[in-house]
């Protein structure tokens, strides 16, 4: 089954406790991305990625940091969570980002409180 | 920044009413994505739109994406409870790449 992972679902940590948010698709698409959501502003884009060892910044990456060594993976990493990245993460990948196949295919969504 | 903002925020119909959530955004976009996300569920992809003044169909749902590619419109005919949920539209900033950004969403609520 086509489908885009995320793990943990739910995680509840506390300030500066380094963690990592796991992102996997079956898939083989190349444009993977991250997002947050929180209530009244829809999903903003953390980070992104073209391909293999090619990423980029979204519109909030301040405090996040990702990579793409491989192409199904990409993981999403807080150094150091603090309070105001309480949020719901979703992970997202599609098929080339220029082409005109690129729907998005997103994952189940993690649940993240900092407190 | 540039914003992508969604009117109206909320609604809710009567079962049969028809529904039009707009999307409104301040540069232009170099295509439009349109979302649907169930309560407690990811989004899910409903259509992409890339020409200027494009419409599209699906069955009770008309898309259009505006003549100057910074708006568009979801336009459901007689809803049904199925249709609820938080539609968002989203697209490519029309300056070379490919970050996206998302409208603020409208969440739909369907009364039977």
């Known amino acids: 089954e086509a489908q885009v992972t995320q793990n943990p679902r739910y995680l509840i940590t506390v300030t500066g406790k380094k963690l990592t948010v796991t992102c996997s698709q079956n898939?083989?698409?190349?444009?993977m991305s991250w997002y947050r959501q929180d209530p009244g502003l829809g999903l903003r884009q953390i980070y992104y990625?073209?391909?293999?060892?090619?990423?980029d910044k979204g519109d909030v990456p301040e405090g996040y940091k990702v990579s793409r060594k491989e192409k199904r993976n990409f993981p999403l990493i807080l150094e150091s969570p603090s309070p105001n990245q309480t949020s719901l993460y979703f992970c997202?990948?599609?098929?080339?980002?220029?082409?005109?196949?690129?729907?998005?295919?997103f994952g189940p969504g993690t649940r993240l409180t900092v407190l | 920044g540039q914003q992508v903002m969604q009117i109206p925020q909320y609604q809710h119909v009567q079962e049969g009413e028809d529904f039009t959530t707009y999307c409104n955004s301040s540069?232009?976009?170099?295509?439009i994505q349109w979302y649907k996300q169930r309560p407690g569920g990811h989004p899910v992809f409903l259509i992409q739109?890339?020409?200027?003044?494009e419409v599209k169909k699906q069955k009770r749902l008309t898309f259009q994406f505006g003549e100057a590619k910074k708006n568009s419109s979801l336009h459901i005919t007689a809803t049904q409870t199925t249709d609820v949920g938080t539609y968002f539209c989203?697209?490519?900033?029309?300056?070379?790449?490919?970050?996206?950004?998302f409208g603020t969403g409208t969440r739909l609520k369907v009364l039977a």
């Open positions: 898939m083989n698409h190349e444009y």
């Open positions: 739109l890339v020409k200027s003044g």
């Open positions: 990625s073209m391909n293999v060892e090619v990423t």
């Open positions: 540069t232009t976009l170099s295509n």
């Open positions: 989203a697209g490519f900033r029309d300056s070379g790449t490919y970050k996206y950004i």
């Open positions: 997202a990948s599609s098929l080339p980002a220029g082409g005109s196949y690129n729907e998005q295919f």
